[in-house]
């Protein structure tokens, strides 16, 4: 059975900074994976999809990358904004989404 | 449609009461999923189909949950005799497929209340 973790559970950081979100998984047998950000009450927006055959995906500011073979992956957010601030959660796919339970990201002004 | 859309957004219901939730997915989408949000970030995948045919129900309490993707018509998950346990946001999502290299597109949720 598939197991996400993501580190940290919640991260607060000043306007501008970089940072990086970790994403640990237990079965590296997927087909790819999913960053998607949840605001409060809302649904989930899907931000990158790493296939299995990649190694990174950008997105604007946003980079994610995948180790499948250490079942790895982070997603970077360069210079970070108020905006940005969200619950980014992490989902690798083997035909279905395992979530992890999310990084919680405050980014202050 | 371009998104994923579900109805209704809030459902409040009883101890014992029944739910129906629905769900339409993107146009051209053959895959649908419904997931459960428990508590703040707990997912749990319940079900997904693949047009009208279950495909994989891994995840689907099978004593109280049901689920229906018929053709022409939303996709419909019923819950009978809802427990207070039952009280989560469902979401819905579609894909294309369920392999490799396909997105699933997320609907906002329907939020249950079980009093």
């Known amino acids: 059975k598939q197991e996400v973790t993501q580190i940290p559970a919640a991260l607060s950081v000043p306007e501008g900074e970089n940072l990086v979100l970790n994403c640990s998984f237990t079965?590296?047998?997927?087909?790819?994976l999913q960053w998607f950000r949840q605001d409060p009450g809302k649904g989930l927006t899907s931000l990158l999809l790493?296939?299995?055959?990649?190694r990174e995906q950008t997105s604007g500011r946003l980079n994610a990358s995948l180790d499948k073979s250490s079942g790895r992956s982070t997603l970077y957010i360069a210079a970070s904004q108020p905006g940005d601030s969200a619950t980014y959660l992490c989902?690798?796919?083997?035909?279905?989404?395992?979530f992890g339970k999310g990084t919680m990201l405050l980014v202050s002004p | 449609g371009e998104e994923v859309a579900q109805t209704p957004k809030h459902l409040v219901r009883g101890e014992g009461q029944k739910a129906k939730l629905y769900c339409a997915p993107i146009?051209?989408?053959?895959?649908v999923f419904w997931y459960q949000q428990v508590l703040k970030n707990e997912f749990k995948f319940l079900i997904s189909?693949?047009?009208?045919?279950?495909?994989?129900e891994t995840g689907m309490p099978k004593e109280r949950f049901s689920a229906k993707c018929l053709p022409n018509s939303p996709c419909s998950l019923e819950i009978q005799a809802t427990k207070l346990e039952d009280s989560a946001v469902y979401f819905c999502?579609?894909?294309?497929?369920?392999?490799?290299?396909?997105?699933?597109?997320f609907g906002p949720g329907t939020r249950l209340t079980v009093t």
């Open positions: 146009k051209g989408h053959s895959y």
């Open positions: 189909f693949q047009n009208e045919n279950v495909f994989d």
């Open positions: 790493i296939q299995s055959s990649q």
């Open positions: 999502a579609s894909s294309q497929s369920s392999e490799r290299g396909y997105e699933q597109y």
């Open positions: 989902a690798p796919q083997d035909g279905t989404l395992t």
């Open positions: 079965d590296s047998a997927i087909y790819n």
